[in-house]
T-cell receptor, first 114, second 112 residues
């Protein structure tokens, strides 16, 4: 596609439910990043993929959060047993190399946990 | 960990006016990035600064990094409504150029 695509654009879920957020990066980009942006805050790093592997997952807040990129393209961020504090905009970015200066961001998925 | 402080938090200007947004780091900056964000949209990369004293310009936007590499400013000349949005500064933690720490952003409103 022309840009980084994230689906859904909005997701409302009940506390305790499981959600999956999808990111479709720009074709050919080997690096993929997930960030989380809470209201009134800057984005916070979650995880970085180089190809299929998670090169750095140090930003994942706890073991309820997990992300995969099985074929080195599309990535899915999975959140188990959602809590109200998980409500935020989840941003995905991709780049040709692992350098944020070249990263292109998607429009984000706004997750609301009620 | 590195922290970035942006000022002001919000700014309202009249179209045509100049403005400056500041970003101050608690540690020496290895790379300083400026992004723009509109509501419901992703981040748009504006500029990256690495060297002390470096200055870059794109159209009416100029970004500078001070000599000590702990403060950056973003200056907009003759602002237009299209400049409205949230401006974010981000810094890499030196050696981890894929993982940025961001400030909280500056909300810019430009009144026609």
């Amino acid at each position: 596609g022309a840009g980084v695509s994230q689906t859904p654009s909005n997701k409302v879920t009940e506390k305790g439910k499981y959600v999956e957020l999808r990111c479709d990066p720009i074709s050919g980009h080997t690096a993929l990043y997930w960030y989380r942006q809470s209201l009134g805050q800057g984005p916070e790093f979650l995880i970085y993929f180089q190809g299929t592997g998670a090169a750095d997952d140090s930003g994942l807040p706890n073991d309820r959060f997990f992300a995969v990129r099985p074929e080195g393209s599309v990535s899915t961020l999975k959140i188990q047993r959602t809590e109200r504090g998980d409500s935020a905009v989840y941003l995905c970015a991709s780049s040709f190399r692992g350098e944020s200066t070249e990263a292109f961001f998607g429009q984000g998925t706004r997750l609301t946990v009620v | 960990s590195q922290e970035l402080e942006q000022s002001p938090q919000s700014l309202i200007v009249q179209e045509g006016k100049n403005l400056t947004i500041n970003c101050t780091s608690s540690k020496t900056l290895y790379g300083l990035y400026w992004y723009k964000q509109k509501y419901g949209e992703g981040l748009i990369f504006l500029m990256m600064l690495q060297k002390g004293g470096e200055e870059k310009s794109h159209e009416k936007i100029t970004a500078k990094l001070d000599e000590k590499k702990q403060q950056s400013s973003l200056h907009i000349t003759a602002s237009q409504p299209s400049h409205a949005g949230i401006y974010l500064c981000g810094a890499d933690s030196g050696g981890s150029n894929y993982k940025l720490t961001f400030g909280k952003g500056t909300l810019l409103t430009v009144n026609p």
